[in-house]
């Protein structure tokens, strides 16, 4: 297992907090971002275009400015954090991907997201989940911290980034939902995983990859398409399992893999 330590440096955020007690994953945001944006832009670069620019067409210059802190409370926006750049490599590769996508890196960065996971998982296709079913989540976890509003507000927009990422549907009322899981998906997620330690047959039996919640031969068969168009290095043979990420990390990153 990486340390904490080298984690952080990779992008992965850790704590209590999260960017989910106001907003949800901010699909539509991320989405017009990036369409206005390049993909080696700095953060810097995301603040100009986001706060003078205005290219997600805010009413204020608060509104701009918080709407940036969130997008980099969940998802970074830096390029020097390799779960980051990786993420926005893959955002242009099919667009199918993307909802999943960007709850995928959200979880690696904010806690209240990762909290609900089991929660969503636990659910059966097209089982209910009550909003007071989540709220139960957070109050358990952290008992008497949030006002009954709060955890209103939390449980509402937690339940609307899972609707965003296809785990549910339905407005008022949310139900489990299938959603759509590509290729790239499984790229990220096993990124994810090899960014924490996991090498070989470990890859596939990572937190990241149960998100997907699908089966390991359909999880092996979408890293063969993976690896035909030539997101990664994707070897099986009998039980043994061995997966690579060419130019995904730079040599000071790959250093800190073996620290």
């Not at 210059?61 to 409370?73: C, G, I, N």
């Not at 926005?88 to 995928?104: G, I, S, Y």
């Not at 590509?182 to 070989?200: D, E, S």
Request: overall charge neutral.
């Amino acid at each position: 297992m990486i340390s904490e330590e080298t984690q952080l440096k990779f992008g992965f955020k850790f704590g209590q907090a999260g960017a989910h007690a106001s907003r949800t994953i901010m699909l539509a945001e991320l989405e017009l971002l990036f369409e206005a944006t390049a993909s080696n832009f700095t953060v810097n670069e995301y603040r100009d275009a986001i706060e003078q620019k205005n290219v997600l067409n805010k009413n204020t210059s608060k509104t701009r400015s918080l709407t940036f802190r969130h997008l980099v409370d969940l998802y970074s926006l830096e390029n020097g954090f390799a779960i980051f750049r990786v993420f926005r490599r893959l955002w242009d590769v099919d667009e199918a991907a993307r909802p999943v996508l960007a709850c995928q890196l959200a979880l690696t960065r904010d806690a209240l997201l990762r909290l609900s996971q089991q929660k969503i998982l636990s659910l059966e296709l097209n089982e209910v989940l009550p909003r007071v079913d989540m709220e139960a989540v957070f109050e358990k976890r952290f008992p008497h911290r949030f006002s009954a509003a709060t955890l209103k507000s939390i449980a509402q927009n937690i339940n609307a980034s899972w609707t965003h990422a296809g785990f549910l549907r339905g407005r008022s009322k949310k139900y489990r939902a299938e959603p759509v899981i590509r290729p790239v998906n499984v790229v990220f997620a096993l990124f994810a995983a090899y960014l924490q330690g996991a090498t070989g047959n470990r890859l596939f039996i990572s937190e990241w990859l149960k998100v997907l919640e699908r089966r390991e031969e359909e999880l092996l068969e979408l890293a063969v398409f993976a690896s035909h168009a030539g997101l990664i290095t994707f070897k099986h043979a009998s039980e043994i399992i061995e997966v690579g990420f060419p130019n995904y990390l730079t040599k000071e990153e790959e250093a800190w893999l073996h620290e």
